[in-house]
């Protein structure tokens, strides 16, 4: 692809703005899981949940544009073994309002503001209600980010040290942009060559799916979306509308459990967090009919390597890597698999 920036020049006292080919540098794509826990649990020092999509050229490695979707425990310190720290974060984006996939948010805002800024969107779900009546709130959530801080008086006290820090700490520097979560997809922010759109998708009230498209390639992050049927008999545990947010794109990021949770086979994890997520066997299936090169199983059930996932045994004992591709493969799905650890990335194009 030709790229071209606006040379200006005054000549001869009027201001000529011209097209000038830049240096080739070829657009890139970069997709790391910067935490691969599932659920509120912790094991082996995994971080919560949570995808850095980074783009830009080979001129500044991919690097150009940093979008941080969800940000679970351990979040930032993830983001500091790849070098990027929170005040370069251009946007976060979070799926749903579990703590597995949130509470990394005040460590990254903190310390952003700590570096005084700037400003960052932060994209969400608008306050979605649930059938039992209990409303998720990503807006107050955001909102009360630094609340403790604030209390504890730490937000004054470094403000009196630096006075360009902001009096209201954290929530001053975020610009919280709220969304209906449809069952088609919208676009729900851009920039530039990089636009993101979202889809409503079945796991708690409120629960949405992005995908980012650039022009070096295109990303799913699913989150932890479910089928809306909630429970057997249903055609598959995936959602039909990441489904659809998926056609043509490159990359499906998703959480993924393993049927050995089932309730068929008696560890006790409960059904109904069993069913409310996507099984690796139907996101292998949807992957290959939606023509995805890649599909990165994050967020997996049970972890890798663990007796017990969670609070419950896993039958049969843990679980490998290629336990995990045999059931993609047995979906049918022909591409590349990745199934997640902390840090795991995929180029595009690929080096
Ligand atoms: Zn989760």
């Known amino acids: 692809m030709k790229r071209f920036s606006i040379a200006i020049a005054l000549v001869g006292g009027m201001w000529f703005a011209a097209p000038v080919p830049m240096a080739e540098a070829a657009p890139c794509l970069m997709v790391t899981l910067t935490g691969t826990q599932s659920g509120p649990s912790v094991f082996n020092g995994q971080a ?56 990394g948010f005040a460590d990254i805002m903190m310390l952003r503001w700590y570096f005084k800024g700037p400003e960052i969107d932060i994209v969400c ?12 709130s990503c807006r107050k959530y955001v909102t009360h980010i630094a609340d403790a801080f604030l209390q504890s008086g730490e937000i004054a006290e470094r403000r009196s040290e630096d006075n360009a820090r902001l009096a209201g700490g ?8 709220t ?8 676009v729900v922010w851009s920039s530039g060559d990089v636009k993101v759109s979202a889809i409503r998708s079945t796991h708690t009230a409120g629960h949405a799916s992005y995908r980012v498209d650039t022009p070096a390639g295109s990303v799913v992050i699913g989150g932890d979306a479910g089928n809306d049927v909630l429970a057997p008999p249903r055609a598959s545990s995936t959602s039909d509308q990441v489904e659809k947010l998926a056609k043509g794109v490159d990359i499906i990021v998703h959480s993924a459990f393993h049927p050995v949770l089932g309730p068929d086979r008696g560890s006790g994890f409960p059904p109904l ?3 409310r997520q996507s099984l690796a066997s139907d996101l292998g299936a949807m992957a290959q009919r ?16 663990a007796v ?3 609070q419950w045994k896993v039958p049969g004992g843990p679980l490998t890597q290629a336990d995990y591709r045999k059931a ?24």
């Open 170 to 177: 954290p929530v001053d520097l975020t610009n919280v942009i």
């Open 125 to 136: 779900s608008s306050d979605a209600t649930s059938v039992l009546g209990v409303t998720n």
């Open 48 to 103: 919560g949940a949570g995808t850095l999509v980074r783009y830009g050229d080979d001129s500044n490695d991919c690097a150009a544009m940093k979008l941080q979707f969800d940000a679970g425990r351990g979040t930032n310190m993830r983001l500091s073994q790849i070098d990027v720290t929170p005040v370069q974060l251009n946007a976060i984006f979070f799926t749903h309002m579990h703590g597995d996939h949130t509470e």
């Open 273 to 275: 967090s069993y069913y």
């Open 328 to 351: 993609v493969e047995a979906g049918g799905f022909t591409g590349n698999t990745i199934v997640g650890t902390d840090l795991a990335t995929l180029r595009l194009p690929a080096k």
């Open 308 to 310: 017990i996932h969670n």
């Open 290 to 305: 939606v023509g995805a090169k890649h599909l990165m199983l994050t967020h997996l059930g049970p972890s890798l390597g």
């Open 179 to 186: 969304f209906d979560p449809k069952d088609e997809p919208q």
